[in-house]
């Protein structure tokens, strides 16, 4: 490979973690596939080309902008905005044919003003707050059903909600949660208002069969990447098999020995305990690399698991090459993935560097070329 650093993508991967979440899914329910964040770090585009060509009817993003770079993209598939109605992005909603996620019934007069500039019926989903405490309406049914009514360039499709704690079995709050957003749809079908789509489950409810969190819709994000968080207390087993579908690898600029009592980075946060040889990887944090993970991070070298040392730079990680001292300049090692046997994933890294695998994912930067292999 020509680059600095890159990640590898295994179309085949995300292919097969597709299918096995619509597997688990079955026939009665949509699998929106969350492509946000650039696809958790995977390449948005290529994602929704792989997952659209496998028959993804439905894509989920955050912001209007990942929906419009969709669309540039040749994307033909319906595109939910989950986390995103400011003012100023609206009129994308129309020009792109992407489908908002209301939160509040005061965006209703406005999105409806538009539509009806435009002569055109915009879809929404209605989001509504059933314990997670971030976005999703908290009016009561009768003032929904006003709002709605009120309202005939929009179309409601789908009511939506999303669970705080959907890992942690120890916890009552995602059948709380659950209740409470089925009591709220009840009422509203009392009152005539009524969706095509009713969705609240990522992919924890998806994974460990939390079936009655459903509905017909589900909206997995980091299992079509190949991993399922842990869950807490006593979860079923997992239903659903899926894998990681992202290598990440770097380029060693330069190799060389350092006698004992070197300081090695910024801060001298390492001393060599003793002769050694060192590597510097050409990936700091700005490629991704947590700062976090300053004499605590590990790559895979030459096939076996060897220490960062001292601080991660902006652009550099020393690692100990002590033991593979086959390796030269321009020779790659794997921050992320799998050399044979040896495994370091997104998990191992989070862990290591005190965070999530979705932040891991999401964190490698721009600067790290995507390869599709
Ligand atoms: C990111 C996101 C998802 C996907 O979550 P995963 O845990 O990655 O499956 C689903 N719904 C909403 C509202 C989100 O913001």
Redesign the pocket.
Known sequence: MPYRSWVEVSRRQLAANFAALRAVAGAEVEVAA?V?ANG?GHGADEVARVLETEGARWL?V?ATEEGIELRRAGSVARILV??DNLPDSRGAFIEYGLTPVVHALEELPPLEEMARKAGRELAYHLKMDSGMGRLGTLAAPEAVAEAVRRTVHLRLEGFMS?LASAGDYSSPQTDEQVREFAAWREQLRGLGIAARYVHLA???PIAYGRREAWENMV?????LYGYVPAARGAAPPRALEVSPALTWKARLVAVKEVPAGAPIGYGALYRAPRPMLIGMVAAGYADGVRYSLANRGQVIAAGRLVPMLGAVSMDLTAIDLTECPSLQPGDAVTLLGREAEVVLDAQDIADAAGTIA?DVLCGIGRRVERVYV
């Open positions: 969350v946000k958790y989920a955050a989950m986390s999303h990522a992919t924890v909206r997995p994000g980091l299992s979705y």
